[in-house]
């Protein structure tokens, strides 16, 4: 403060006080944002007592983005009255929520402009295509109407299917007045999805679907969704309705929205059993998926009713119908369509199909009827000689295991892709499995890490303690199962499964293959006898029998009847 007792400030002590720079203090003086009170005989500037307390609103008005011009009118309607303690007009109420509109609305253009740049981005767009991207994202909800409606038409033309049309129709892109850049985004994405020909077509499909089966209760909605089958995968469900209760005294139809909650319920429940028994480890072409889909056909079943000829049983005839209309509605794209719209518009994105939906018609194709259990394959099972040929095997395998280094993990299998630590977490698991079954209580984490740090250790660990349990629990002996399977024919599987997965191993890290020659011929026949009549279809758990070249060994042979090429 000057020491001429009049308490006026220099620029240099007001910006020591305030910290602002001296420049820019000079630069909002130059613009009447904070005038000086008095000048020097050499015409510097002086500024009274209430300059830092001005400067200090001055400077938080331009931190939040508020324009001099709107700063200088606040300034000169209300501080002189709010500095001396006096109310004022709410001048700085107004300019606040002005300059607040005003940021948000260029809080929207950033986003709108991250999510472009973010979507060019990921999409590795070509730079004419920015300018297109850009337009998409500034359309109004009218033009984004007009650009799904368009596509609708043109992918349904000439198909009679009403109904599906106007479900399609009613499911807009309707962004929020304050998108977030995810929905942005996805609109961006559903813009370029709907120009490309493989949607049309799928969705084209569907609609032709639709339209020939639909009969007597009506078409699909735009979820693929009817009183006659269950909705596309990746539909949202957008029923509000409750079901109706079918009225038994009459003959009429059921209520289309009581049959439409009902083909909900029965898509949830393929999800959830068909991604239970992927979790579970349930082969689809196994002995135990067959439960898993006659409980799934007879949820179904009642969904069918008043479509043309409705099955009224399980059978051929109906797995056969469920399984067309799930490998219909098995539309990757469709299902990416509605996950779009359903993050366009902030819905609950559905629950993805694909797990359950392999799995489902999989085990479908694999039964195409009830099954008949085939007692055949029971028979002939000697428990003294499966242990035997068991102990043969885990030893072989287990050498080939010793061997195994780190470094090999990660080697490629012959076996559905997986790697040498996939192989062998599959092998220990198979040891387990049969070990809780002996003792009672089967395992359900199929897909939990069964290996850990120590492969070699893991393995051998998983031998002994299944050893002990087909001794000690009697297993070789008993029956288990709604199928009263001998235990003996189930060591049998796991002797099988290791010979099988001991030669994947042998051939992922170059070691010799023949392994266990005394038990290989026995365990070969053991398999022909359990698993000929299983089925080779898409999904199932052994590819089409491969040739074997002159002379090859039983495990070369065993390799070649569950899928493996041993040439």
Request: glycine share 8%; proline share 10%.
């Amino acid at each position: 403060m000057n020491e001429d007792g009049t308490g006026l400030l220099t620029i240099g002590e007001l910006a020591g006080l305030t910290g602002v720079p001296v420049k820019t203090i000079r630069s909002w003086s130059d613009q009447d944002l904070l005038p000086p009170a008095a000048r020097t005989p050499a015409g510097y500037r002086l500024y009274g007592p209430d300059a830092p307390a001005r400067l200090e609103i001055v400077r938080s008005m331009r931190e939040l983005g508020i324009g001099l011009a709107a700063i200088r009118s606040v300034l000169h309607r209300e501080l002189p009255h709010s500095l001396n303690g006096m109310e004022g007009p709410p001048a700085l109420a107004e300019t606040a929520a002005q300059w607040a509109d005003a940021l948000d609305a260029q809080i929207r253009t950033l986003r709108l402009q991250s999510a472009v740049l973010r979507s060019v981005a990921a999409r590795g767009s070509a730079t004419k295509e920015l300018p297109y991207m850009t337009e998409l994202a500034r359309l109004s909800a009218r033009e984004r109407r007009l650009i799904i409606r368009d596509f609708v038409e043109d992918a349904l033309d000439g198909v009679d299917a009403p109904a599906y049309r106007s479900g399609l129709l009613a499911a807009t892109p309707d962004l929020p007045d304050d998108p977030t850049p995810e929905q942005i985004g996805a609109w961006l994405e559903l813009a370029a999805l709907v120009r490309e020909p493989e949607l049309r077509t799928a969705l084209r499909r569907l609609a032709e679907y639709s339209a020939r089966t639909a009969g007597a209760v009506g078409e699909p909605d735009a979820r693929g969704s009817t009183s006659g089958e269950p909705p596309a995968p990746g539909a949202p469900d957008t029923t509000s309705e409750p079901p109706a209760p079918r009225d038994t005294r009459t003959t009429r139809p059921p209520n289309p929205a009581a049959q439409e909650q009902a083909a909900l319920r029965v898509a949830e429940l393929m999800r959830v059993r068909g991604e239970a028994a992927v979790a579970d480890g349930i082969a689809p072409d196994s002995p135990a998926a067959e439960p898993v889909i006659a409980e799934l056909v007879a949820a179904w079943l009642p969904t069918q009713t008043g479509t043309a000829d409705p099955p009224a049983e399980d059978g051929p005839a109906a797995r056969a119908r469920l399984l067309e209309q799930l490998e219909t509605a098995a539309e990757p794209l469709v299902e990416r369509y509605w996950q779009l719209l359903c993050t366009v518009t902030g819905r609950p994105a559905p629950p993805r199909w694909d797990t359950a939906g392999t799995w489902t018609t999989a085990a479908l194709r694999a039964h195409p009827g009830p099954y008949e259990l085939d007692r055949s394959a029971f028979d002939g099972t000697d428990p003294d000689r499966v242990l035997r040929a068991y102990e043969e095997v885990t030893r072989d395998v287990a050498a080939l295991v010793a061997a195994v280094r780190p470094e090999d993990l990660a080697l490629p299998t012959p076996c559905a892709g997986w790697t040498v630590r996939q192989l062998l977490d599959h092998m220990v698991w198979e040891n387990l499995m049969a070990t809780s079954i002996a003792e009672g209580t089967p395992r359900a984490d199929h897909t939990a890490d069964h290996l850990g740090d120590d492969h070699r250790t893991a393995f051998a660990d998983s031998v002994r303690a299944a050893r002990a349990a087909f001794t000690g629990s009697g297993m070789l002996h008993r029956t288990y199962g709604p199928y009263e399977a001998p235990g003996a024919m189930i060591v049998q599987q796991v002797v099988v499964e290791l010979l099988a997965h001991g030669w994947d191993l042998a051939r992922a890290t170059g070691a010799p293959a023949g392994l266990a020659p005394e038990a290989a011929e026995e365990t070969l026949a053991a398999a022909r006898r359990i698993y000929g009549a299983a089925p080779r279809t898409e999904g199932s758990s052994f590819a089409p029998e491969r040739p074997v070249p002159p002379g090859a060994s039983a495990t070369d042979r065993l390799a070649a009847f569950l899928g493996r090429d041993p040439a």
